[in-house]
């Protein structure tokens, strides 16, 4: 299988150390795959040497970085035959985690020789693809922040969370999906692919990557006397009991605020319209997973 790994060296972990680019080249060697490495230089610029690995005949495209990189190569790979690989070495991991791929020296490099390839569904935000999560509000504004920083990592965006929480200002959002439409004021919106942002911190509980559906999950106010509280029902999965979240499922949402502003999609932030587009491609992306029997042991 053709095969091209594509190197952040910036992101999360690759940017301390940089052994991984090393165990790349030398996995390359020991098994005597027909790969190579190529280095991304700037943003984006992942996506344009994923799109010429899938003009070369790579059947697999590798990823090795966290959720930015992944954003990025993947962007390149829908409705493309070949598939993404994905060494998960950032600061959240999302998908990663959701679908069970280890991380680098617990299985990543192995699962890319004995996984098995899912295909699940592609989020648009305006056009703008997201394969985990995307959202406006406050987590997009923590996304801008946590992405200036030097040094990332859970402290540091712990410490940036809490260093804006009870500065931010919610909004009011129109939510229509259907014939259903909603207007609240809202702290966060998330639209979630899977069921996590990262590190086990489940914004949609239950959510399923490749059922052609998106889950919202509006969070109506965070303040001091309930933000404890909703920070450790997302950490143990029970955030559909808090009274000020409400939870939607469906394949296309339409987000309206009162003005342009960000959004992030998988914690990559972008300027866009006070309106936002969100729809589904159902089973657009090909993506290595550990072995069904593998994970189940």
């Known amino acids: 299988m053709k095969t ?4 952040n060296p910036k ?4 940017a301390k150390s940089p052994h991984l680019l090393e165990r790349a080249r030398l996995f390359i060697a020991q098994h005597k795959l027909d790969a190579d490495v190529v280095l991304t230089e700037r943003t984006r610029h992942a996506t344009e040497l994923a799109r010429r690995a899938v003009d070369d005949g790579c059947e697999l495209i590798v990823a090795i970085g966290g959720d930015g990189t992944m954003n990025e190569v993947a962007a390149a790979l829908i409705d493309s035959p070949a598939a993404l690989g994905l060494i ?5 991991n999302g998908l990663g985690r959701h679908l069970g791929i280890p991380g680098p020296g617990k299985g990543a490099f192995r699962n890319l ?3 098995d390839i899912r295909t699940i569904d592609t989020g648009l935000a305006n056009g703008i693809p997201f394969f985990n999560a995307m959202g406006v509000g406050f987590d997009a504004e923590i996304s801008h922040r946590f992405n200036r920083l030097t040094h990332r990592g859970l402290p540091a ?9 009870f500065r931010f200002r919610p909004q009011k959002y129109t ?3 259907g014939d259903m439409s909603i207007t609240t004021s809202a702290f966060i919106i998330s639209v979630a692919n899977s069921d996590q942002y990262g590190n086990d911190c489940f ?12 889950n919202i999950t509006v969070m109506k106010s965070i303040h001091l006397f309930n933000a404890l509280p909703i920070a450790l029902r997302l950490f143990t999965k029970r955030i559909d009991g808090s009274a000020s979240v409400q939870r939607l499922l469906g394949p296309s949402f339409s987000i ?11 914690g990559e932030t972008h300027e866009t319209a006070a309106l936002i587009e969100v729809t589904v491609r159902p089973r657009s992306l090909r993506i290595m997973v550990p072995h069904r029997e593998a994970a189940a042991a």
Request: with cysteine.
């Open 256 to 266: 309206e605020r009162p003005v342009p502003g960000l959004l992030h999609t998988d």
């Open 113 to 115: 020789l004995n996984g």
């Open 11 to 14: 992101s999360g972990h690759n």
């Open 203 to 214: 914004i949609a509980p239950g959510a399923s990557v490749d059922d052609g559906r998106l």
């Open 4 to 7: 091209r790994f594509i190197y």
């Open 88 to 92: 998960p070495c950032g600061s959240g």
């Open 175 to 177: 939510i229509r999906s």
């Open 157 to 165: 965006y712990v410490h940036t969370t809490f260093g804006t929480l």
